[in-house]
């Protein structure tokens, strides 16, 4: 399955690709994420807890996140396990680009799910997909906002 959309977010790009690094921002970001922590320089692992319709998993996860073409791109790829459930896999490209109102980041994921998850089908999974991704992008730009105004008082 793969996801594209965009976000403006009224920052500025280094700001927006510093954030995608910060591992406290992105678990304020992630929907249902109970821990997330750096393992290694580009390298975390976290518990996710997402509800595909009737299916709860429990994810634990590998991610890799790749800077090296920051601030313009920024890319990670990951998998999780959430033991009977099921597996995913997947990875994102993140562009990011400067304009008038802050940073227009578009962003394209590809997933790959099996076992239980994949079951409850595609339409279900694809929906909650994107609905997870919306409130990723709300709880992103809510996070460096009020980021933002910690550091201007």
Same mark, same amino acid.
């Given at each position: 399955m793969i996801l594209?959309?965009?976000?403006?977010? /009224? %920052? $500025?790009?280094?700001?927006? #690709?510093?954030? %995608?690094? $910060? /591992? $406290?921002? %992105? &678990? &304020?970001?992630?929907? =249902?994420?109970?821990?997330l922590k750096q393992t290694g320089d580009n390298q975390m692992e976290a518990r996710v807890v997402v509800? #595909? =319709? /009737?299916v709860k998993a429990s994810f634990n996860s590998n991610v890799e996140l790749d800077p090296s073409g920051g601030p313009e791109l920024f890319k990670l790829s990951g998998s999780g396990d959430a033991g009977v459930a099921g597996f995913a896999n997947g990875g994102a490209n993140v562009? %990011? &680009?400067?304009?008038?109102e802050g940073t227009l980041l578009t962003y394209e994921v590809n997933i790959d799910i099996s076992g239980k998850l994949a079951q409850v089908g595609s339409r279900l999974i694809e929906g909650t997909s994107k609905r997870l991704a919306k409130k990723f992008f709300t709880n992103f730009e809510e996070a460096l906002l009020s980021g933002q105004s910690a550091a201007q008082t």
């Open positions: 594209k959309e965009e976000v403006q977010i /009224p %920052l $500025d790009r280094n700001t927006v #690709f510093n954030a %995608l690094n $910060d /591992p $406290d921002i %992105l &678990q &304020q970001s992630i929907p =249902g994420c109970e821990e509800k #595909f =319709g /009737p562009h %990011l &680009q400067e304009n008038e």
